[in-house]
């Protein structure tokens, strides 16, 4: 069963499930670690950057997984991340360097960046050390590609020193640097099942807030007596708290049946089940009436009639 609604936005003000199944629903790719400038490593879920501390605490709930890794650089000495390279002169390992191509007079063997070759004539060019004139490449000169020059020994070279200098001032080779592994997540399986008809039950929770003044949430938590804590579509607060399950289809239905009359009878609240009309007969001589209350739902129930229902029970 589908319900005609529209997706939506969700805000930092929505319940931590609703948040996740909105973003499953969206996105089918991995929560990768993003490094940003200032705030470190961060996690970018709905637009919103999450710390290492808050998305460790949704793997801990068993809201997120771990689907691999990604290895940031980091500097041996302090662990920043926050990383710069640095080339340097090989001989005087300073970095005041210029980049240009690189052009080597073969008789004398001078070789320094192009423009010092550079003659008035536009054919020719002079050598800055013995003050010849090239004209065949290849046979007078040569280009090497591009090249550094140091700017305080003069040294010509092709590959620089590079180095890595972190924001506490620690420099070191590429060689010695480490790298920082973090996890890469994806949500749940039990919170992306959720997410075809997560708006439809935001809908009703705004209208039994707004307009009934219930407070409830949107893929509430509950934990049973087993000590196992269980994700329910709704769970509303009102004279008693009752927690709101559906099955929308008959697909499966024995599994799913099974699945609501084992949960409810973990838990010490009412279960509020709204199953199709064609199901209520069949469900009735099954569940626990003083456990599960069953209530119909069709294709085309509003979230205003399904939020009067549980309005009803909860008081």
Do not use: W
């Not at 002079?126 to 140091?150: A, L, T």
């Not at 039950?201 to 087993?226: N, P, W």
């Amino acid at each position: 069963m589908a319900f005609g609604v529209k997706s939506r936005d969700l805000t930092k003000d929505d319940s931590t499930l609703a948040f996740l199944a909105s973003y499953a629903k969206k996105s089918k790719d991995s929560i990768r670690p993003q490094f940003r400038h200032g705030l470190g490593i961060v996690y970018e879920i709905e637009g919103l950057d999450l710390s290492v501390d808050r998305i460790k605490t949704y793997e801990e709930e068993k809201l997120l997984s771990i689907a691999g890794t990604a290895a940031y650089p980091s500097c041996p000495k302090c662990a920043s991340l926050l990383l710069a390279v640095r080339l340097n002169c090989p001989d005087c390992k300073k970095t005041s360097l210029a980049r240009s191509e690189i052009m080597i007079h073969y008789e004398c063997e001078y070789s320094a960046p192009v423009e010092e070759f550079v003659s008035p004539k536009d054919a020719e060019y002079v050598c800055p050390k013995c003050s010849k004139h090239m004209k065949r490449v290849g046979i007078e000169y040569g280009k090497p590609g591009i090249g550094f020059k140091c700017q305080d020994c003069g040294r010509v070279f092709q590959y620089p020193l590079v180095n890595i200098a972190c924001q506490g001032g620690h420099e070191s080779r590429i060689d010695e640097i480490d790298l920082k592994a973090f996890p890469v997540y994806r949500v749940n399986e039990e919170i992306q099942s959720f997410t075809e008809v997560a708006d439809y039950f935001m809908l009703i929770q705004k209208v039994l807030t707004t307009g009934m003044g219930a407070k409830s949430e949107v893929l509430g938590r509950v934990k049973g007596a087993s000590g196992v804590t269980h994700i329910f579509p709704l769970v509303v607060d009102g004279e008693r708290k009752v927690v709101v399950d559906f099955i929308l289809d008959e697909s499966g239905f024995d599994a799913k049946i099974l699945q609501k009359i084992l949960r409810g009878a973990d838990l010490k609240h009412v279960v509020l089940l709204f199953v199709p009309e064609s199901l209520v007969g069949r469900l009735a001589s099954i569940v626990n009436p003083e456990k599960i209350k069953l209530l119909a739902v069709s294709a085309d129930s509003s979230p205003e009639s399904i939020a009067a229902e549980i309005k009803k029970i909860v008081g």
